[in-house]
């Protein structure tokens, strides 16, 4: 099987925009592929967190994976910061990587302007480390959305420069484009769904019923804030359902009212279940500290003979 490999900053709660955009394909893909998932907990000190939050975080994103259908029996899921490696290899990147090719990238220049007041080195290497992130475990291919594509060719860039300055050791890395298109802010139709915007943005998976409600009757409904609300129904209503409001949008004659009550009920049948998983997890937190070791001792294994050949290539 070829080997994927994909994480997740642990920087707030998982919204439908995260499901849909990516971890709702992250379960699809325990079936056909060796996937290593992990909690990109290194990325988060990219900005400023407390430790308590970061901990808090942590720990929730791996119940909430878990809720959604990662599975610890077919994949390998486990902590970046308990493997050494992510780092050391990210560093030896650094010294491939010209400092113009990172400080092209989408993300460092959008993360620049949002915290003026921290940009440190982290953000301008954070592609180092995303390369070894997927390269670490020699990785075929990695899930992304099409908005995710530059940072992924920063990574084949990696890999080429390490190939062509040494010895061809690395696989050429490929795309698995996101099937889910992009899902827009519930308050700001302009704007992607996202944790930045604010908790009015999204709807988190641990939103409880009052809360969903409140935001989806709140949404804004211009033409492209219908449209959104239109296609988050398309991923959880009922086809036909969606298909009568869809011919009742085009006709002008879709009233916002039924439209929001029925993606409340749909979101809310969703819902519940993960609820349901999620609080049996909370109770069981022995059983998280062990799936998440055993995952890191399965990760290390590899990380170590990996970089042990690395290390022999470059000198060391």
Known sequence: ??????????TGNIHLGN???????????????????????????TIEIDPRDLKQQTHELIIDLLALGINPKKTTFF????????????????CLMPVAELSRMTQFKDESQKNINNINAGLLTYPSLQAADILIY????????????QHL?????????????YKRYFPEIKPILSPAQRLMSLNNSK????????PASYIAIRDDEETVTHKIKKAVTDEAGVKNLLELYSYFGKKS??????????????????????????????LKPIQIKIANYET??????????????KAQKIADKNLAEIKKIIGF
């Not at 099987?1 to 642990?10: A, D, E, F, Q, W």
């Not at 004659?253 to 809310?268: C, D, F, P, Q, R």
């Open 1 to 10: 099987m070829k080997r994927l490999v994909s994480g997740i900053k642990p």
């Open 138 to 149: 020699k990785g075929d291919v990695v899930p992304v959305g099409k908005d995710q594509l």
């Open 79 to 94: 902590r970046q910061s308990d493997i050494i490696g992510h780092a050391e290899l990210g560093w030896i990147f650094n």
């Open 153 to 165: 060719e920063l990574t084949r860039i990696a890999a080429r420069k390490f190939n062509n300055r």
């Open 284 to 297: 069981q937190p022995l059983k998280i500290d062990k799936i998440i070791k055993n995952g890191a001792k």
């Open 241 to 270: 359902k969606h298909q009568k409001m869809e011919k009742a949008h085009a006709a002008g004659k879709l009233m916002n009212s039924e439209l929001k009550e029925e993606l409340t009920l749909e979101i809310l049948k969703f």
């Open 191 to 198: 704007k992607k769904m996202s944790k930045s915007l604010g």
């Open 19 to 45: 499901y849909l955009g990516a971890i709702k394909n992250w379960v699809e893909l325990q079936k056909e592929y060796e996937c290593f998932f992990f909690i990109a907990d290194l990325h988060a000190l």
